[in-house]
């Protein structure tokens, strides 16, 4: 079993729609969860970060986060073209290494 | 702000040259940065970790020696790719970390994508 699991998708989403990405972890002593933006042919961009369980908001994006089901998943409401990127859910497990998974490419349809 | 720069941002060079990469925290000390690398459609994978003033940890499977990483100061971190091959062509990403308790967040360079003619 990977460590950090995605779709992969492609996932496709007409604009103005939520777009909902899944990830589930393997460690159970995992601390900390990102969520960052890949473009094609750049470096991640962080997007959201989240500790607690429960939800995170910051402004068209929503972390959720359940460490008793080992998953944490990110909304975009009113999805826009622009948003079109691979979505990479990262996890610090208890050796404090950050893990990746191997992200959900998201399209937004205009 | 948080920003992380790298250079060159590209590099192409002959078989067997060696290759540095710098990595920069423009606006915050890091006290831990990390070098990934990145193949096409694949996700990041860590290959080292490396502490101000310490030597790196690498992970399983990446040579130490091929891979030269120094950390000399908090804003400051180099990879040299040595005697580099065709195979070592890649996507080469730094973050940095300030490493505060609780929030371990990590902050990407743009990358530096390597080729090896």
């Known amino acids: 079993q990977k460590e950090v699991e995605q779709n992969s998708g492609p996932l496709s989403v007409p604009e103005g729609a939520i777009a909902s990405l899944n990830c589930t972890y393997s460690?159970?002593?995992?601390?900390?969860f990102f969520w960052y933006r890949q473009y094609s042919g750049k470096s991640p961009e962080l997007i959201m970060s989240?500790?607690?369980?429960g939800d995170k908001e910051d402004g068209r994006f929503t972390a959720q986060l359940n460490k008793a089901s080992q998953y944490v998943s990110l909304l975009i409401r009113d999805s826009q073209p622009s948003d079109s990127a691979t979505y990479l859910c990262?996890?610090?497990?208890?050796?404090?290494?950050?893990?990746f998974g191997s992200g959900t490419q998201l399209t937004v349809l205009p | 702000g948080a920003v992380v720069s790298q250079h060159p941002s590209r590099v192409i060079c002959k078989s067997g040259t060696s290759v540095k990469i710098e990595c920069r925290s423009l606006?915050?000390?890091?006290?831990?940065m990390f070098w990934y690398r990145q193949f096409p459609k694949k996700s990041l994978m860590l290959m080292a970790t490396?502490?101000?003033?310490?030597?790196?940890?690498?992970e399983q499977g990446v040579e130490k020696d091929k891979f030269l990483i120094n950390h000399a100061s908090l804003t400051l971190s180099t990879l040299t790719v040595t005697s580099a091959h065709p195979e070592d062509s890649s996507f080469y990403i730094c973050?940095?970390?300030?490493?505060?308790?609780?929030?371990?967040?990590?902050?990407f360079g743009p990358g530096t994508r390597l080729t090896v003619l």
């Open positions: 990262a996890v610090t497990g208890s050796a404090r290494q950050l893990t």
């Open positions: 973050s940095a970390s300030r490493g505060q308790v609780g929030t371990d967040t990590q902050y």
């Open positions: 460690d159970r002593g995992s601390q900390s």
């Open positions: 490396s502490n101000e003033g310490s030597k790196a940890t690498y």
């Open positions: 989240i500790y607690s369980n």
């Open positions: 606006d915050f000390q890091a006290t831990t």
